[in-house]
């Protein structure tokens, strides 16, 4: 058996087309486009990337955004007076605080302080509640990009048996609260999980969201079951990434960047599973998708325009 590849890129730009459709929308409407702004505080070079891909995926859906770049330096009151200047700025639809923040700021802090109307990430407690009773305002971007592939995938999740692997709250709390209101029975793993591959093999839908390489073998997987894998890990051993990607690993690009992005699933699963996404180019595109469709939530529910993204 040979799982079927689930590409996030496809149903990414499915889901830009439909955001640029309803921004045109608001823009004939004479009003201004939804707009998104950035706060990325330091130099790591990985976050850094994430929020410029945010911001030009943003402006080629035709919103306005731009990123505050902070040095690493800035406290978190300064980190504050930022985000609280952003939560009073009319202009200003959704606010994306980009994590992690250096060491000595309270992320919690700072994230608490973000506005729950333009919380587009979905952190603000009070969002992350209305989630867990079912009636989100905005849903965490890569726990509902994954939704956004199964259902554009038709792969059925009512009645399923799905077992999430990471209990974080930006992704496995709130993935398994998406999949519970679904209608799928959820199953959350951890760090604490005797005989994690045994629960795993239960699994009609495996979600990875751990942070370990390579983690997750066959032997966590029943035959054709889907698996999600969310990690994002950076492999600089070449004994390590050889391990883990056997002929998939491509050399080329490890001389290049002296290192190999790799998930928390073993490429050989594919193996096993029915359905699985690639890493890179499975998950990773759908989260930026989510969170343009949030801002675009948050420009109607802040501009009392209400309907469907
Ligand atoms: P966290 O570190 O916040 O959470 C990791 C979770 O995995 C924890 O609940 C932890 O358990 C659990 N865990 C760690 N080791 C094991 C183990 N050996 N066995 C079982 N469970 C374990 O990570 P995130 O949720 O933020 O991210 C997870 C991965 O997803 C990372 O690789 C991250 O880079 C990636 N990611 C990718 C995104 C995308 O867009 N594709 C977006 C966000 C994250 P415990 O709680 O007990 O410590």
New binding site residues.
Partial sequence: MSAKLLFGKPIQEALLEEVAASARTIIEAGQRPPHLTAVLVGGDPASAIYVRTKTNKSREVGFGSEAIILPQETTTKEVLSTVTRLNEDDAVDGILVQLPLPEHCDTKTVLDAVDPAKDVDCFHPHNTGLLVQGRPRFAP??PA?IIELLERSDIEIAGKHAVI????????KPMAMLLLHRHATVTI?????PD?AAVCRGADILVA????PG?VTKEFVKPGAVVID????RVADRDQAADILGDSADWERFEERGYLVVG?VRPDVAEAAGAMTPVPR???P??IGMVLVNTLAAARERRGVGGES
Avoid: K, P
């Fill in positions: 971007a890569t990009g692997i990471g209990r974080s709250d930006i992704v496995g793993c951890h760090s604490r999980t994690l969201a751990v942070g370990v983690m969310v990690g994002i890990n928390d499975g998950v990773g759908l989260t």
